[in-house]
């Protein structure tokens, strides 16, 4: 079972940035990030594929970075130029199939 700790969520004024992290028990090539925001369906926001190609949803636009640390079995997703929309519970998520799921972290872009 690999256990998926998501961290550095938090409260920032539109344009401004975060970086969130995600710690993985163990290695797992496929790692991601999706989001919830509140009365949605949760929708994928950026990931590394099975060969280590990051992939993005059409919103980030250039404004995300999905990058990885393989040393320390993490994945970071860095938010530059956030925006109300992007007010979320931002998940990580891994394995195959997207089998494993870490708890969640507040993302809120205030206006």
């Known amino acids: 079972q690999v256990q998926l700790v998501e961290s550095g969520g938090g409260l920032v004024q539109a344009g401004g940035s975060l970086r969130l992290s995600c710690a993985a028990s163990?290695?797992?090539?496929?790692m991601g990030w999706f989001r919830q925001a509140p009365g949605k369906d949760r929708e994928f926001v950026a990931a590394?594929?099975?060969?280590?190609?990051?992939n993005y949803a059409n919103f980030v636009k250039g404004r995300f970075t999905i990058s990885r640390d393989n040393a320390k079995n993490t994945v970071y997703l860095q938010m530059n130029s956030l925006q109300p929309e992007d007010t979320a519970v931002y998940y990580c998520?891994?394995?195959?199939?997207?089998?494993?799921w870490g708890q969640g972290t507040q993302v809120t872009v205030s206006s």
């Open positions: 998520a891994g394995g195959v199939a997207y089998g494993y």
């Open positions: 163990e290695r797992t090539n496929t």
């Open positions: 590394f594929n099975w060969s280590g190609v990051p």
